[in-house]
């Protein structure tokens, strides 16, 4: 076995144990995407449908949209009988959704005002516009349940949720189960990962602010924690033809 097929290996060896673990180590993830960057420096593994596929896997849940839409196009080039097309479509048929939700309740009647929520003194309250790209440690963000958004994935979890400055963003919940949090809760997002999305598909640009949470301990509904049967594991892993 080369080295660039022990990098593939341990690329896949670290996203299925991403999912198997509650899909909450997002470290995993990019132990996973780094593997699989080197191993694309090998000319041979560039021919690997499941490499790019598996890349583009990655990427879809680091929510890095546009490198995971190229990803599994470029696999469905290489090999269609994957099902590369289908999650294309599926990607784009949320990122429509989302926009078409942002943009229809951007500035609603709905958006109420947020019930404060006592969290501990080591944290300090926070709208979407002081947030940092990436980890905002010590921060906590209130908002309102919109909107659950369905879609074809079994994670993450997306809600349309309203800030207390009255703006809307995308939030992506991870390793929680499905009736945890209902439409018209309050949260209380504890050290949450913030993302300035834009970028554009096939001429169409997306654009739209996202949080996203990978522990039960960052979310607190309607000023409580969440108990641990709430927390999920999924069944997703990496694919791999023999």
Same mark, same amino acid.
């Given at each position: ?12 060896? *670290?996203l ?7 899909? %909450?180590?997002?470290s995993?993830?990019?132990q ?6 080197n191993?694309?420096?090998d ?6 449908p ?5 890349c583009a896997? @990655? !990427?879809?849940y680091?929510?890095?949209y546009d490198r995971a839409?190229? #990803?599994?196009?470029? $696999?469905?080039?290489k090999d269609p ?10 990607m ?7 926009e ?12 109420a005002?947020? $019930? ?10 926070a709208?979407?516009? @002081?947030?940092?790209e990436?980890? !905002?440690?010590?921060?906590?963000v =209130? ?12 994670t =993450? /979890?997306?809600?349309?949720? *309203? ?5 809307c963003?995308?939030?992506?919940v991870y ?5 945890a949090i209902?439409e018209?809760?309050? /949260? ?5 990962h913030f993302? !300035?999305?834009?970028?554009? %598909?096939?001429g169409?640009c997306?654009k739209?602010?996202s ?8 979310? /607190?509904?309607? #000023?409580?924690a969440?108990? =641990?049967h709430?927390?999920i594991?999924?069944?997703?892993y990496?694919?791999?033809? =023999?």
């Amino acid at each position: 076995m080369s080295r660039m097929e022990i990098l593939d290996n341990l690329g896949n060896a *670290c996203l299925t144990s991403f999912f198997v673990t509650g899909t %909450w180590d997002h470290s995993k993830l990019l132990q996973s995407l780094k593997a699989y960057q080197n191993a694309e420096k090998d000319e041979r593994m560039k021919s690997n449908p499941d490499l790019y596929f598996n890349c583009a896997t @990655v !990427n879809k849940y680091l929510e890095n949209y546009d490198r995971a839409l190229a #990803g599994f196009e470029a $696999a469905a080039l290489k090999d269609p009988s994957l099902n590369a097309s289908e999650e294309v479509e599926k990607m784009v048929n949320l990122l429509n959704k989302l926009e078409i939700l942002l943009r229809g309740h951007s500035k609603s009647k709905r958006l109420a005002s947020l $019930a404060s929520t006592i969290v501990n003194s080591s944290y300090k309250r926070a709208t979407l516009d @002081v947030l940092s790209e990436g980890l !905002n440690k010590a921060v906590a963000v =209130p908002g309102k349940v919109l909107f659950f958004v369905k879609h074809e994935n079994i994670t =993450p /979890l997306y809600f349309l949720v *309203c800030n207390s400055d009255q703006s809307c963003f995308v939030l992506s919940v991870y390793g929680i189960r499905n009736d945890a949090i209902k439409e018209g809760d309050q /949260l209380t997002l504890l050290e949450p990962h913030f993302r !300035n999305i834009d970028f554009s %598909w096939k001429g169409k640009c997306y654009k739209f602010k996202s949080i996203r949470v990978d522990f039960l301990e960052q979310v /607190l509904v309607n #000023g409580k924690a969440l108990p =641990p049967h709430q927390a999920i594991r999924t069944s997703i892993y990496a694919q791999h033809k =023999p």
